[in-house]
């Protein structure tokens, strides 16, 4: 069996496609399988992955497009490594990633699935994202901070949790996911720079925004049910816009909406201790002052 498997599903981006595979199938650490799916492309992307003669790639066809949550999930179901990695069609990653991941998952047998940094420029900035669970457990409360095409998990908790993506969340099923695994997975983020997150106009986030935005709200609402609230529209207009950084200093109604918001929030959950207190405040207080991590 390989020691990692790799899940890269395919829509048309046959632009991008080749570089993506390369960067994978030129890894430091070579025993991994490489599961190519196909989701009815159009564009030539089948052709490319039809000529690709590795032996360590699978390849799955589908006839017709059915979405990005059926080829995650048949992906997970055909891996056969002990740890699972993800990877995008239209991203690269550095040549030695899943060795340096691979090797903090061992040494950290209770970390159950980890990211990694990464940058949308190849001359930088590096984005870290939250190192350690509680922390990201925080932050999940505002916006995913585990860049998905860089996760990778482990067999074993996929089998034990059941771990499956969540078609009820269209555009935003990492999100969902993490969110769902944070009370009973442990996650973490390594500090290093091993993706380059390639953006561009036909990204989900830009083609497919107001879904993925009604997704968002969706499981912000089922996490802030732990808390025992219901949020009005408004209140969750505030608190999209606490997530996004976007309260305005400067208007002193916005301000002291939001940070009205802010202190309810965090002595509900000072009664229910879903979240770190200490924790939760800071996050607040980094929202309302629109200073991301």
Known sequence: MPRISVILPVFN????????????????LTDLELIIIDDGSTDGSAGIIHELKDARVRKVFHAVNMGIVTSLNQGLDLARGEYVARMDSDDIAALNRLEVQAYFMDQHPEIDICGTGYTTNYLGPVKINPMHHEEIKVWLLF????LHPSVMMRRSTIDRLGIRYDYNYPHAEDYELWNR???????????????????????ISNKYRF?????????????????GVQLSDDE??????????????????????????????????????????????????????????
Not at 256 to 275: C, D, H, M, P, S
């Open 13 to 28: 981006n046959a632009m991008y496609l080749q570089e993506a595979v390369n960067t994978i199938l030129m890894q430091t």
């Open 143 to 146: 916006h995913s901070c585990l």
């Open 181 to 203: 695994l944070s009370s009973v997975a442990k996650l973490a983020n390594l500090p290093y720079n091993l993706m380059y997150y390639r953006p561009h106009e036909g990204q």
């Open 211 to 227: 879904i993925q935005d009604s997704s968002a709200r969706n499981i912000r609402l089922r996490q802030l049910a732990q808390l």
């Open 236 to 293: 969750y207009n505030t608190m999209a816009k606490l997530a996004e950084f976007r309260v305005n200093s400067e208007d002193f109604e916005d301000y002291r909406t939001a940070a009205g918001l802010a202190n309810w929030l965090i002595e509900q959950n000072r009664k229910y201790r879903v979240f770190d207190h200490d924790l939760l405040q800071m996050a607040f207080s980094r929202c309302i002052s629109r200073v991301p991590y």
